[in-house]
């Protein structure tokens, strides 16, 4: 009964590195790439750029954390004057985690709202 005790209590162990090896880093990207959405709506709401240059920004940035998001997946909106406005930025989307005998995906959403100093 011990020897059995002791497989178990292995096999519970090595069961919980191998699922936290699998579901950690998804999440870790995902503030990676939150922290970096959040850095782009600081520094663009005070920069002369178009709506399809943040998101071409965000995009590469998305492809660095290997974030599967498409370029349509990301939302970008401008709204009110250069410097003075509001930038909104969405990206949205889903990391499939392959566990032995119990698919799961993970929804995330790296979503910020930066207003303009005025």
Do not use: C, W
């Not at 401008?78 to 909104?88: K, P, R």
């Amino acid at each position: 009964m011990g020897t059995f005790k002791m497989f178990l209590g292995i096999f519970v162990i090595v069961a919980g590195v191998y699922v936290s090896a699998k579901v950690i880093p998804p999440y870790f990207e995902n503030y990676q790439f939150q922290d970096a959405v959040k850095d782009e709506a600081t520094r663009d709401s005070y920069a002369a750029k178009s709506e399809a240059d943040i998101q071409a920004s965000v995009f590469k940035k998305a492809q660095e954390y290997d974030i599967p998001i498409t370029l349509d997946g990301i939302h970008v909106e401008h709204q009110g004057n250069q410097f003075s406005g509001t930038i909104i930025i969405r990206a949205p989307y889903v990391v499939h985690v392959d566990l032995p005998g119990y698919p799961l995906d993970l929804h995330f959403d790296a979503s910020t709202l930066n207003k303009g100093v005025f």
